[in-house]
């Protein structure tokens, strides 16, 4: 166990429609990182947040946002779902040391029908 | 294109064999590291490494971090089927702050 949680586990939706993602990091950990894992793509990172503010972007879609909260939980919040954006979602949090060593939820698993 | 390429893509082996997974790029890293990942599950993190040359052992897993700081390798002694799982390397260049670079991984399979 990580110490990393995330809710739900398992989502199914449908084409057009909105759902948040949600993450809490470890205790004391002020970052959190947001990954996409596709079959076809890998691993791929969106975005993190530090301390409540954004820090990073990676292939974050514009229909694809997230925030951190003072109490450092974060949420992805995706829009306008299409067929392609069924995925595994990670968060990941960490320390933010200089070799910023990361640990891992056990995932969402959006299922966009 | 990948930041960091992973070779082999895929690795199956019988339980006592050994096996190697490397992790190339023409990029510098500050720092590497190795996470395993069951399906269904999170990366796991095995093993950060930082300074150029270094090599960490944890049980039957050796990682060494090449000279230049490009490159590293995972080497697996006498595999285990407990070993299965998808073995990935991530790096953090110097020039970006908290972004892990992700490989696309090396599948390991081990069979009894």
């Known amino acids: 166990d990580s110490g990393v949680t995330q809710t739900p586990k398992h989502l199914i939706t449908a084409t057009g429609q909105r759902v948040t993602l949600r993450c809490s990091p470890r205790?004391?950990?002020?970052?959190v990182y947001w990954y996409q894992q596709s079959l076809d793509q890998g691993l791929q990172f969106l975005i993190q947040?530090?301390?409540?503010?954004?820090?990073a972007k990676g292939n974050i879609l514009e229909r694809f946002s997230a925030q951190q909260f003072p109490d450092l939980h974060s949420e992805l919040n995706l829009s306008s779902l299409e067929l392609g954006d069924s995925a595994l979602y990670f968060c990941?949090?960490?320390?933010?040391?200089?070799?910023?060593?990361?640990?891992f939820g056990p995932g969402t698993r959006l299922t966009v029908l | 294109t990948q930041l960091l390429e992973q070779s082999p893509q895929f690795l199956s082996i019988q339980e006592g064999e050994n096996l190697t997974v490397y992790c190339n790029s023409s990029?510098?890293?500050?720092?590497l590291q190795w996470y395993r990942q069951e399906p269904g599950e999170g990366p796991v993190l095995l093993v950060t490494?930082?300074?150029?040359?270094e090599v960490k052992k944890l049980k039957r897993l050796t990682f060494q971090f090449g000279d230049a700081r490009k490159d590293s390798s995972l080497h697996i002694t006498a595999a285990q089927p407990g070993d299965t799982g998808l073995y990935l390397c991530?790096?953090?260049?110097?020039?970006?702050?908290?972004?892990?670079?992700f490989g696309a991984g090396t599948q390991v399979v081990v069979t009894p």
């Open positions: 990941a949090s960490s320390v933010q040391r200089e070799w910023n060593e990361q640990f």
């Open positions: 205790s004391g950990d002020l970052s």
């Open positions: 947040y530090y301390n409540g503010e954004e820090r």
């Open positions: 990029s510098v890293f500050s720092s």
């Open positions: 490494v930082v300074t150029g040359g």
């Open positions: 991530a790096g953090m260049t110097t020039d970006s702050w908290g972004k892990l670079q």
